[in-house]
């Protein structure tokens, strides 16, 4: 069964640097997000992506955060300069289509921690 | 106030039935999930409701959707120890859709005891 996956699956970083956070969704999938879960907390929508560009944005995903689909399979997240706060399991969904029905489906996540 | 809220702990012996409530706050959302999230893994979907429903049962899973009062509850049947996992209610709102955007309540910790 076809399956997001995200690598890595745990990174380690220093305040202030850049990190590339990486997600294959499943390949005739068409729309891409990225969840975060702060540990003990809920999950939280940051972005959703379709047709090359960021359909919705939460209030999180501030300047600091980017996203692109460089190829036909990889969708990233970029944090420019991260914070401590941003220390956080990420998740990567992906969904067919755009019809109500459609489910998403969801990554095993990327471990961030910022020291 | 919080969209989706559930409590955060249950637990259960083993071969009971086990029973997570949720509460949401938007009489727009059209579709309403479950998640299943295992010790250091993703999100596993377990199973939807779309709001027009009443019930939805999928073997040992039965999802009770109350319209009226914003309550969605999933029972599990014959509980088994491979059942302890966090366990997400998540809605999907429709109102000015956002392609998908998904609300998450922050999971219940279902623990069974053999």
């Known amino acids: 069964e076809p399956e997001v996956t995200q690598t890595p699956s745990h990174q380690v970083t220093q305040m202030g640097q850049e990190v590339i956070l990486r997600c294959v969704p499943i390949?005739?999938?068409?729309?891409f997000y990225w969840y975060r879960q702060i540990l003990g907390q809920k999950v939280e929508f940051l972005v959703s992506?379709?047709?090359?560009?960021?359909?919705?944005k939460s209030e999180i995903f501030d300047d600091q955060f980017s996203v692109e689909r460089p190829d036909g399979s990889n969708f990233t997240l970029k944090i420019r300069s991260t914070k401590l706060e941003d220390s956080a399991m990420y998740f990567c969904?992906?969904?067919?289509?755009?019809?109500?029905?459609?489910?998403?489906?969801f990554g095993p996540g990327t471990r961030l921690t910022v020291l | 106030g919080e969209d989706v809220e559930q409590s955060l702990f249950l637990s259960v012996r083993e071969g009971d039935s086990s029973v997570i409530n949720c509460t949401y706050t938007d009489s727009s959302s059209t579709y309403l999930y479950w998640y299943k999230q295992e010790p250091g893994a993703g999100l596993q979907l377990l199973t939807y409701?779309?709001?027009?429903?009443d019930m939805k049962q999928d073997q040992r899973l039965t999802v009770l959707l109350n319209k009226k009062d914003k309550h969605l509850s999933l029972r599990i049947a014959d509980t088994q120890t491979g059942d302890s996992a966090i366990y997400f209610c998540?809605?999907?709102?429709?109102?000015?859709?956002?392609?998908?955007?998904?609300?998450f309540g922050r999971g219940t910790q279902l623990t069974v005891w053999p």
């Open positions: 409701i779309f709001s027009n429903m």
């Open positions: 992506f379709y047709n090359n560009e960021i359909s919705e």
């Open positions: 390949s005739n999938h068409l729309y």
């Open positions: 969904a992906s969904r067919v289509g755009a019809g109500e029905s459609d489910t998403q489906y």
């Open positions: 998540a809605e999907k709102k429709g109102r000015g859709s956002t392609l998908g955007r998904l609300y």
